[in-house]
């Protein structure tokens, strides 16, 4: 497996104590569109800065497409797009004019073409349109592409994204997902934070779990999910038999709501959960009459809330 991004006991405390990110052991594998997920002051933004040589950790190392940072950010990040908190834009320049002035910095960029980078970019973040509109008169979910189409200006290797959806309204946020979707098709390995799950299931392949500087886990998202056992649903009208029989078969943290029985899936000794085919014709067999019957399937949610065994909370 070749990695893009690898850290090692990356660490950081900032000046006056807080520990931000401690012992930070990554591993970014190229090709996959990967997730940093946190709740907020977990770390994320943090990281991220180091990663992109903008601050320098307090111990450990971090390497991005192969070169230490941040010795090495002016080979690295010419080939890196990257979207970070509070983007620098020119208030009295319009979007267009605001992008111009991006390209023209990148030594790299050649001038002829220049106009079609920024008519592509614009393009592909939905600001055709408000391309000429002062970026002072931005919204946030305007400013937020803008940056993106900044990081979008040429192709790249990696694309490191700071909560990219971050002010979009939910129109926004499912083109930002397609765009990300797009660009990993196109071989581009997209590294993203963001503190919201679902937005995580619904766009990468790998995610990394981020609690209070530390790492909690990391690995494929269908990993992640698969490691929180899914519940046992029954609908029934007899939910107090039901409820009984299921307890007899060892499903444990049984509750009754109406007409609907849940509980969680026993474990064998061997730890392999049962076969919910096998729990149904016991209930059945027991005379239990069965409208339905499920196993809930486990989100990256159920994994952060079993991980963290607190759900989202941000910490002191
Ligand atoms: N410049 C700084 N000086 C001191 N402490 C900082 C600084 N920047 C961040 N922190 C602290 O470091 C911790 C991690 O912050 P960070 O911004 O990395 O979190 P995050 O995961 O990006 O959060 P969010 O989801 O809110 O963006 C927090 O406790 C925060 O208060
Ligand atoms: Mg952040």
């Known amino acids: 497996m070749t990695v893009v991004i690898e850290t090692r006991g990356l660490t950081k405390r900032y000046r006056g104590g807080q ?3 401690d012992r930070l052991d990554l591993a970014v594998p190229a090709g996959s569109v ?12 943090t990281t991220i800065r180091m990663l ?3 601050i320098e950790p307090t111990a450990g190392t971090a390497s991005v497409l192969g070169r230490g940072m941040p010795r090495a950010a002016g080979a690295v990040l010419p080939q890196v797009g990257a979207l970070i908190e509070g983007p620098a834009l020119y208030g009295y320049l319009n979007g267009r004019d605001n992008l111009l002035r991006y390209d023209s910095a990148d030594p790299t960029a050649d001038p002829r073409t220049r106009r079609a980078r920024v008519a ?15 970026t002072k008169a931005y919204s946030l979910g305007m ?7 900044a990081a979008l200006l040429q192709p790249r290797k990696l694309l490191v994204l700071d909560e990219p959806t971050n002010g979009l309204d939910p129109q926004g946020m499912r083109e930002i997902r397609a765009l990300v979707r797009e660009l990993a098709h196109e071989g581009t390995t997209v590294f ?16 990394a779990v981020m609690a209070r500087g530390r790492l909690l886990t990391q690995g494929t998202v269908a990993e992640l999910a ?3 056992r899914g519940r046992l649903a029954v609908t029934t009208p007899d939910p107090a038999d039901a409820a009984r029989v299921l307890k007899e078969l060892g499903v ?3 509750t009754v709501a109406g007409d609907r029985v849940s509980g969680e899936l026993p474990v064998s000794d061997e730890g392999e959960p049962a076969e919910p085919a096998d729990l149904n014709s016991a209930l059945v067999r027991a005379g239990v009459r069965v409208r339905a019957f499920g196993v809930e399937r486990a989100s990256l949610e159920d994994a952060f809330v079993a991980l963290t065994g607190e759900g989202f909370d941000v910490a002191g």
């Open 143 to 149: 400013k937020q592409r803008l940056a993106l189409a």
């Open 19 to 21: 520990l931000a990110v």
């Open 252 to 254: 444990t943290d049984v």
């Open 120 to 134: 592509g970019a614009l393009e592909r973040v939905g600001l055709t349109a408000a391309g000429g509109k002062k």
């Open 226 to 228: 698969a490691g929180t």
């Open 34 to 45: 990967f997730g940093f997920l946190g709740p907020n002051g977990s770390g994320k933004t």
């Open 52 to 54: 992109m040589g903008l």
């Open 192 to 207: 993203l934070s963001s503190h919201l799950l679902d937005e995580i299931e619904q766009v990468c392949t790998h995610a």
